[in-house]
């Protein structure tokens, strides 16, 4: 986050990972998560004792269900909020800090998986967003291709805070919330710059759109 992280030398070496498919976290997003399992709420009790930093990663095919292969791109986030339910259960928040690269995973007595993180590659997550607005025939694009696709599922929004967001929250923000799958999730996280994620998002809402899909109608939160 600016003003806590200005460099990657500055973030951890080594951060605890967590693999969740289907579940998109990039810079300057919030994620909330829902932690029972034990290994995890070791992890967040480690967290948040230390750094506070989490690496949020989705798998790919090989490993087993215990310990999946993991995705070579993740995003860091740290823990904004944090609160624990009647049950045990950990109400988190995690705002992205810098995508990484992962590298070796380290021997560790802790239950969960912990890997060295190269985020040298994307430094420029750090920094305030310095592509500069998106031009208004992009906006316009981004936007049919929005209202396409939530017509084609029978969903919703509310057009006019998506019509007066800045176009890197607006981009972002569909990126996480929308229910692509993991694969095309991953696509949205390796995208190099906020263009090529706008472009990439903008392709993805056109496929679905004429392709169709047999889910539920509902309203996107």
């Known amino acids: 986050m600016p003003g806590v992280y200005r460099r990657a030398d500055d973030l951890p070496l080594v951060i605890p990972v967590f693999p969740l498919d289907g579940c998109l976290l990039l810079p300057g997003g919030q994620?909330?998560?829902?932690?029972?399992?034990?290994?995890?709420?070791?992890?967040?009790?480690?967290?948040?004792?230390?750094?506070?930093?989490?690496?949020?990663?989705?798998?790919?095919?090989?490993?087993?269900?215990?310990?999946?292969?993991?995705a070579s791109v993740g995003c860091a986030g740290r823990v904004t909020s944090f609160a624990e339910a009647?049950?045990?259960?950990?109400?988190?928040?995690?705002?992205?800090?810098c995508r990484f690269r992962l590298g070796a995973e380290l021997p560790s007595r802790a239950p969960y998986r912990q890997a060295r993180a190269d985020f040298?590659?994307?430094?420029?997550?750090?920094?305030?967003?310095?592509?500069?607005?998106?031009?208004?025939?992009?906006?316009?694009?981004?936007?049919?291709a929005l209202r396409r696709y939530l017509d084609h599922r029978g969903l919703d929004i509310d057009w006019t805070s998506a019509e007066a967001a800045p176009s890197d929250a607006l981009i972002n923000s569909l990126a996480m919330a929308l229910p692509f799958e993991p694969v095309e999730k991953q696509a949205l996280l390796e995208a190099p710059t906020l263009t090529d994620r706008r472009e990439t998002l903008v392709a993805l809402l056109?496929?679905?759109?004429?392709?169709?899909d047999d889910e539920e109608p509902g309203m996107l939160q």
Not at 87 to 93: A, K, N, P, S
């Open 31 to 70: 994620l909330p998560l829902n932690i029972f399992e034990p290994r995890y709420l070791n992890m967040f009790d480690d967290a948040m004792s230390g750094e506070r930093i989490i690496g949020m990663v989705q798998t790919r095919p090989g490993g087993d269900d215990e310990r999946p292969s993991l």
């Open 86 to 97: 009647s049950d045990g259960r950990y109400l988190v928040t995690l705002t992205g800090v």
């Open 120 to 144: 040298s590659t994307f430094e420029a997550d750090l920094r305030e967003a310095a592509e500069g607005a998106t031009s208004g025939g992009e906006a316009e694009a981004l936007l049919a």
């Open 206 to 212: 056109e496929i679905d759109a004429a392709l169709g």
